[in-house]
């Protein structure tokens, strides 16, 4: 007969125990979590994170070397005018860098495209620019004449093919978890907010009520005497 009543006793302890107890939510510091709320709705007004930044700096530098590269072959070669119409013009897949600079530009196009301005949170387009980078270099090293053309036929696929991997390792490693993480952080800064709301909220009442409890006393005391 007494088992429904210590069930629901039961039942009642375990939530309270569950809710955070008074101790607890006073024993959070409101500077630092305001700071903490700060900081977040700064980033969220930067709209890109620092580590998203650094990666879209990273890829910019990677087309912009790329490119120093190529116009240093094309110079030394025997003029950049003479070389480029030789190279773009008259395109030869197994004598030509030209197309290993349009690898570059694929790859800045894509990944700014979808890291910087649809800020995506995926690895798949840094895995189709990195799948078809390694394939068409490995393909080009094969099957061309890039060797016997002197340093740049070794420089320029080897910078190309590390950099596509940097980029890879970069986003999979710091990009994507980092910023994981700082969202976790903020989901669970909520209910710290929350218990920071209802101290605020608590001693505000208290302070309220003391107030007009006072003020009673003293308004009766002032009837009192003039009774007397």
Not at 136 to 147: D, G, P, R
Not at 160 to 174: G, N
Request: proline content about 3%; hydrophobic content about 45%.
């Amino acid at each position: 007969m007494n088992r429904v009543p210590d069930d629901a006793e039961n039942a009642h302890s375990s939530s309270v125990e569950s809710c955070p107890s008074l101790r607890d939510v006073h024993s959070i510091n409101p500077a630092q979590l305001m700071a903490r709320i700060e900081s977040y709705e700064g980033r969220e007004k930067k709209g890109i994170s620092d580590v998203r930044r650094t990666f879209c700096l990273f890829v910019t530098f990677d087309l912009l070397f790329v490119t120093l590269l190529w116009i240093i072959e094309l110079n030394v070669k025997g003029g950049i005018e003479t070389t480029l119409e030789k190279e773009v013009l008259q395109y030869d897949y197994s004598s030509s860098y030209f197309d290993i600079f349009l690898l570059a530009v694929f790859r800045f196009k894509v990944l700014i495209l979808a890291y910087a301005m649809c800020r995506l949170r995926h690895w798949w387009a840094i895995a189709f620019t990195t799948a078809v980078t390694s394939a068409f270099l490995l393909a080009k090293v094969i099957i061309s004449q890039l060797f016997s053309q002197g340093a740049f036929g070794y420089v320029l696929p080897i910078i190309s093919f590390i950099l596509a991997w940097i980029e890879t390792w970069f986003l999979d490693f710091k990009v994507l978890p980092q910023e994981a993480e700082e969202e976790n952080s903020k989901l669970l800064l909520f209910p710290s907010v929350t218990a920071v709301g209802y101290i605020q909220l608590h001693t505000t009442w208290q302070k309220n009520a003391s107030f007009s409890y006072s003020r009673t006393l003293k308004s009766c005391g002032k009837i009192i005497h003039m009774d007397c």
